[in-house]
């Protein structure tokens, strides 16, 4: 079974450019939510989404979104982007959405922002 | 900001020896779970604890929880080199919103 899928794996872009981060998570798996990891915060979750719904979002401005399409597979977007802005983001998905599930990591997207 | 820290922040060890690694966390959980990163890439999941459990084995991974201490530990027996990588501790009150701690750096000596 494959596991989450993310893409790109790399990418770097210029300060106020924009970008969009793409994650298939794993067959059968509804729920899909990221994290932003950085040497300085950590791991921190930026939002969960379940049947293309945006369940939770973490404390991120709002030019940090994301949607769910109906095979589950999600995309973030991060607008007009700041130089804070670098960091691994990190896909996960899961079988449901609730208290007590696993939830699975991609291998992340490296995003340098200059 | 972060709901645990971990304990001690980077930990090394020769091959052979055990690991042990402390989690403590802020508010009421209903889950811990114990994750596993190597350099730059995704994070792997060891092991789930419940909150009305407290301790549970997988493999050579131990794992402890005090709630009334808001605490955990994972013991790593037998360590090998191959167990370098940095551990995080997780923690859910709601859905699948994770709140992670800052992490252990384990070092494994050969």
């Known amino acids: 079974k ?13 300060r106020g450019q924009q ?22 915060q950590g791991l921190q979750f930026l939002f ?41 983001y990190l896909c996960a998905s ?6 007590g599930n696993t939830i699975y990591f991609g291998e992340g997207s490296w995003l340098t922002v200059v | 900001s972060q709901q645990g820290e971990e304990d001690p922040q980077a930990l090394s060890i020769q ?7 402390n989690c403590s966390y802020k508010t009421s959980i209903n889950n811990l779970q114990w994750y596993r990163q190597n350099s730059g890439r995704g994070l792997v999941h060891l092991i789930l604890i419940r909150s009305n459990e407290r301790e549970k084995h997988s493999g050579r991974l131990r794992v402890t929880l005090d709630t009334s201490k808001k605490s955990s530990s994972l013991l790593i027996t037998a360590s090998r080199a191959a167990d370098t990588a940095s551990y995080f501790c997780a923690t859910d009150r709601t859905g699948n919103q994770f709140y992670f701690g800052t992490g252990t750096s384990l070092t494994v000596i050969p």
């Open chain 2, 15 to 21: 091959e052979g020896e055990n690991a042990t690694m």
């Open chain 1, 2 to 14: 494959a596991g989450v899928t993310q893409t790109p794996r790399y990418l770097i872009k210029t």
């Open chain 1, 94 to 99: 899961s079988l449901a959405s609730g208290s």
């Open chain 1, 19 to 40: 970008v969009t981060l793409s994650c298939s998570p794993i067959s059968g798996h509804r729920s899909v939510s990221w994290y932003q990891q950085t040497p300085g």
């Open chain 1, 48 to 88: 969960e989404y379940f049947s293309e719904t945006q369940r939770n979002k973490g404390n991120f401005p709002g030019r940090f979104s994301g949607r769910q399409f109906s095979n589950s597979r999600s995309e973030m977007n991060v607008s007009t982007l700041e130089l804070g802005d670098s960091a691994l």
